[in-house]
């Protein structure tokens, strides 16, 4: 996208009681002990406070509802026995002992144990398996015998703007558990900028939803006509004077690293090799000792070269501008890293930079991010 968005303010809501982690200053609107801060901002969803007045809007979609409402949960974060907060998932995959549930990362995160609530009101202990936080998907388990239904998994490759969605989550808590809200798909194949490691510098790929997504729907479905998963609800636009923009990551990509996840393996993504900082933090630039000419508005600047790295084999040196890989235009340090983990380690790619105001291009294999 277009950079629109890096101008909001990003904040990630945690699941802690009471004290929402917000990096920036937008918090949680229905957080205990805390009052609504005006401003621009992108939350993610997890209900942590007091229960509010939710509207549920349901647009004669009870065939598709019915199709695949058995198969969602609220998901309930504790940590040393007190409930910290609590989102949404659903039921993908089964086998013989276990039902597999995709949720957020951010929904689980901090989790000493984590329960599930079923349609049937029945609570049950689930396991975490494993979650990425660049991805925010988490994967839990359940009993198989606790399973009422799996959801079909679609795909977004034929999703188009108008096309008619619909969501199933817990807004603000068990009170409202399982609402459903419909809509229409608002924006395709965005990009915003989330916190990731206390840093915004990671780029999601989004489908835009006038849906409402609300606190306690993270890790709920986004549903097309048909009742087929076509995303999972991650994000929300918070201003004073806008409504109706939800964001849900792609299905695709939340299944991407699924297998991983289900074994309890970290997701391998590649390695540059390099320290940078993005063209625009002159600043900071300038206590490494490095000038950049004007002429150059985007890109990444190497600061230093890692040892036993693809880089530190490749021509690459302090003050060399990064300005793009294998064709694609590098615009600043998240874009970068976007760019980046599309590829895996072992892959060979083509580096073209800046040095002395002359355009060069060396080859790089990346190598494995222990990150």
Same mark, same amino acid.
């Given at each position: 996208?277009?950079?629109?968005?890096?101008?909001?303010?990003?904040?990630?809501?945690?699941?802690?009681?009471?004290?929402?982690?917000?990096?920036?200053?937008?918090?949680?609107?229905?957080?205990?002990?805390?009052?609504?801060?005006?401003?621009?901002?992108?939350?993610?969803?997890?209900?942590?406070?007091? *229960?509010?007045? &939710?509207?549920?809007?349901?647009?004669?979609?009870?065939?598709?509802?019915?199709?695949?409402?058995?198969?969602?949960?609220?998901?309930?974060? *504790?940590?040393?026995?007190?409930?910290?907060?609590?989102?949404?998932?659903?039921?993908?995959?089964?086998?013989?002992?276990?039902?597999?549930?995709?949720?957020?990362?951010?929904?689980?995160?901090?989790?000493?144990?984590?329960?599930?609530?079923?349609?049937?009101?029945?609570?049950?202990?689930?396991?975490?398996?494993?979650?990425?936080?660049?991805?925010?998907?988490?994967?839990?388990?359940?009993?198989?015998?606790?399973?009422?239904?799996?959801?079909?998994?679609?795909?977004? %490759?034929?999703?188009?703007?108008?096309?008619?969605?619909?969501?199933?989550?817990?807004?603000?808590?068990?009170?409202?558990?399982?609402?459903?809200?419909?809509?229409?798909?608002?924006?395709?194949?965005?990009?915003?900028?989330?916190?990731?490691?206390?840093?915004?510098?990671?780029?999601?790929?989004?489908?835009? &939803?006038?849906?409402?997504?609300?606190?306690?729907?993270?890790?709920?479905?986004?549903?097309?006509?048909?009742?087929?998963? !076509?995303?999972?609800?991650?994000?929300?636009?918070?201003?004073?004077?806008?409504?109706?923009?939800?964001?849900?990551?792609?299905?695709?990509?939340?299944? %991407?690293?699924?297998?991983?996840?289900?074994?309890?393996?970290?997701?391998?993504?590649?390695?540059?090799?390099?320290?940078?900082?993005?063209?625009?933090?002159?600043?900071?630039?300038?206590?490494?000792?490095?000038?950049?000419?004007?002429?150059?508005?985007?890109?990444?600047?190497?600061?230093?070269?890692?040892?036993?790295?693809?880089?530190?084999?490749?021509?690459?040196?302090?003050?060399?501008? !990064?300005?793009?890989?294998?064709?694609?235009?590098?615009?600043?340090?998240?874009?970068?890293?976007?760019?980046?983990?599309?590829?895996?380690?072992?892959?060979?790619?083509?580096?073209?930079?800046?040095?002395?105001?002359?355009?060069?291009?060396?080859?790089?294999?990346?190598?494995?991010?222990?990150?």
């Amino acid at each position: 996208m277009r950079e629109k968005f890096l101008n909001f303010i990003i904040a990630l809501v945690g699941v802690i009681a009471g004290a929402a982690v917000a990096y920036l200053i937008i918090v949680n609107p229905f957080a205990k002990n805390e009052t609504s801060i005006s401003g621009t901002g992108i939350i993610r969803n997890t209900y942590t406070g007091d *229960y509010s007045k &939710v509207v549920v809007d349901n647009s004669g979609i009870s065939t598709a509802v019915k199709k695949v409402y058995d198969a969602v949960v609220m998901v309930q974060n *504790y940590k040393s026995g007190k409930l910290q907060g609590s989102g949404s998932g659903f039921v993908y995959k089964t086998d013989s002992k276990y039902g597999y549930i995709m949720t957020n990362q951010h929904v689980v995160e901090g989790s000493t144990s984590l329960k599930v609530m079923l349609t049937s009101n029945k609570v049950v202990d689930a396991d975490l398996l494993g979650g990425d936080e660049y991805l925010d998907i988490a994967v839990i388990r359940i009993p198989v015998g606790d399973v009422k239904a799996v959801a079909t998994i679609g795909k977004t %490759s034929d999703i188009q703007l108008g096309d008619f969605v619909f969501t199933i989550g817990s807004p603000v808590g068990e009170e409202y558990f399982n609402s459903v809200t419909s809509g229409i798909i608002s924006g395709l194949n965005r990009q915003v900028t989330v916190s990731v490691k206390s840093q915004n510098d990671w780029l999601m790929d989004v489908i835009q &939803v006038d849906a409402a997504i609300n606190p306690g729907n993270s890790g709920g479905p986004l549903l097309n006509s048909n009742g087929e998963v !076509i995303g999972v609800n991650s994000l929300k636009l918070v201003d004073s004077q806008i409504e109706g923009m939800g964001f849900s990551i792609k299905i695709e990509d939340a299944m %991407s690293h699924v297998g991983e996840l289900e074994n309890g393996k970290s997701v391998e993504r590649p390695l540059l090799g390099i320290n940078l900082l993005s063209v625009s933090d002159k600043s900071m630039l300038y206590r490494y000792g490095i000038s950049i000419s004007d002429d150059i508005e985007d890109g990444v600047v190497v600061i230093s070269v890692e040892k036993n790295t693809g880089a530190a084999k490749s021509d690459l040196e302090k003050g060399d501008v !990064i300005v793009a890989i294998d064709g694609k235009k590098v615009k600043n340090a998240a874009n970068l890293k976007y760019i980046l983990y599309k590829y895996k380690p072992g892959d060979k790619i083509k580096v073209k930079y800046n040095r002395d105001g002359k355009e060069k291009t060396t080859s790089v294999t990346l190598t494995k991010n222990s990150d």
